[in-house]
């Protein structure tokens, strides 16, 4: 019997803009494609789903027309919303994607951020289950406060779940207090280079510009389980020892936008069929690579698709 993914996230509305660059301030330009979509958590959710695992979303869901095209999508990949209903409409995110391909984010805060403190307290974890922690629930007072709660939860009942915890772009801003409250389960951390460099700088860490896995293992030291993902050279993986590097495979990269989601839900997915680290890891970072071959946000490929090229 395979374990679940429990996503504790938030799910939330893309707007999708691909143009030749980012305008400086005060100008004007029109974007060469536009797109709206269900984003954020739900891209996790979707690459979950690729791999044909049991997924839960049991973050917070509004009640306005963003909430309602959100509910639409996850019926349609399968995903039942466990989590509480909060008052408002989701929030949306602006990404602009340029003609090389990097990505520029602009977002609200909505529904999705507005959950109760006890808002995972009827949350059923299971000891094979994998639970989906975002550093974007830090952000936020209420939501910040329900993480912390089920964390505890979890750690006091000695669950024995696996926890990824998808530290994400806020690393850089959120208290470190509370990421010491999630890191006192145990989780696998996964950043990308970018927010790696900015927890180790936080942690007072002497890590070289480029050295991947330098950072892994320095992040390990202090941590404990780190996965460190660096796109095309692939990913360094680290549990209190030397970092392992799994390759990625070559692509001509069209939009990075979701191939971080992509790696995450794979991984995740992989994880709770009980699929070794190893090639967990291989096939996430597949998922990741070939994500960025096609435009929009939820573009994990097919499990066929994965393991043809894993």
Not at 65 to 80: D, H, K, T, Y
Not at 189 to 202: H, I
Request: glycine share 12%; aromatic share 4%.
């Amino acid at each position: 019997m395979s374990g679940r993914v429990l996503h504790t996230g938030q799910v939330v509305i893309d707007l999708t803009l691909r143009l030749e660059a980012v305008p400086e301030p005060g100008a004007d330009v029109f974007a060469d494609e536009a797109d709206m979509a269900v984003g954020g958590g739900f891209n996790v959710l979707a690459a979950a789903r690729r791999l044909d695992v049991e997924t839960l979303y049991a973050g917070p869901l509004g009640e306005g027309p963003f909430a309602q095209a959100a509910r639409g999508a996850l019926e349609a990949i399968g995903v039942a919303h466990v989590g509480p209903i909060t008052p408002g409409d989701q929030g949306y995110c602006v990404a602009m994607t340029d003609a090389r391909a990097e990505r520029t984010f602009v977002s609200t805060r909505g529904a999705e951020t507005r959950g109760p403190v006890d808002a995972f307290d009827h949350l059923e974890v299971r000891g094979d289950d994998v639970v989906y922690l975002s550093g974007y629930s830090l952000t936020d007072t209420a939501s910040t406060a329900a993480l912390e709660r089920l964390v505890g939860r979890l750690v006091e009942a000695r669950v024995g779940c696996t926890a990824l915890f998808d530290v994400s772009p806020m690393v850089g801003s959120v208290p470190l207090p509370s990421l010491e409250r999630i890191g006192a389960l145990g989780p696998i951390w996964s950043l990308n280079e970018r927010e790696a460099g900015l927890l180790a700088d936080r942690l007072g860490l002497r890590v070289e510009a480029g050295d991947h896995a330098g950072a892994c293992e320095a992040l390990s030291g202090r941590l404990g389980t780190v996965l460190v993902r660096a796109g095309e050279q692939g990913s360094w993986f680290a549990d209190g020892g030397a970092a392992v590097h799994t390759p990625s495979i070559p692509v001509t990269p069209v939009d990075t936008n979701g191939a971080g989601d992509a790696h995450s839900g794979v991984l995740a997915a992989a994880l709770a069929r009980g699929t070794a680290m190893t090639t967990a890891l291989r096939w996430a970072n597949v998922a990741g690579a070939l994500t960025t071959t096609r435009f929009g946000p939820a573009t994990c490929p097919s499990q066929a698709e994965i393991r043809a090229l894993a």
